[in-house]
């Protein structure tokens, strides 16, 4: 599966975007998907991740209330709605997709990075 990442961009703090994965193949609802980021010299990490089917969800607790992860298997994209955005959520965000929930960082499939920058 090929994944690309759209949404990112400059917003104020407490601000919101939503960033967009769409996902190349129609097997996309075979995927179980995800969401992390990675910040200037830091180490990436997970942000959130959604089953194949949408029902279950799990956030890091940095962004859990703030952040919703969602999909649509209709149209091969998985969504991150991301409020109340904080200086620290600045990263270059990335989806991912495995054939395992949760996903394995070390067999992901990942999309090429969508910038969100966050200004104070």
């Known amino acids: 599966v090929q994944l690309q990442a759209s949404g990112g961009g400059l917003v104020q703090a407490g601000g919101s975007l939503r960033l967009s994965c769409a996902a190349s193949e129609s097997t996309f609802s075979n995927y179980a998907m995800g969401w992390f980021r990675q910040a200037p010299g830091k180490e990436r990490e997970f942000v959130a991740n959604i089953d194949r089917s949408g029902v279950y969800t799990y956030y890091a607790d940095s962004v859990k209330g703030r952040f919703t992860i969602s999909r649509d298997n209709a149209k091969n994209t998985v969504y991150l709605q991301m409020n109340s955005l904080k200086a620290e959520d600045t990263a270059v965000y990335y989806c991912?997709?495995?054939?395992?929930?949760?996903?394995?960082?070390?067999?992901?499939?990942w999309g090429q990075g969508t910038q969100v920058t966050v200004s104070s």
């Open positions: 991912a997709a495995d054939w395992i929930y949760p996903l394995r960082i070390s067999r992901a499939t």
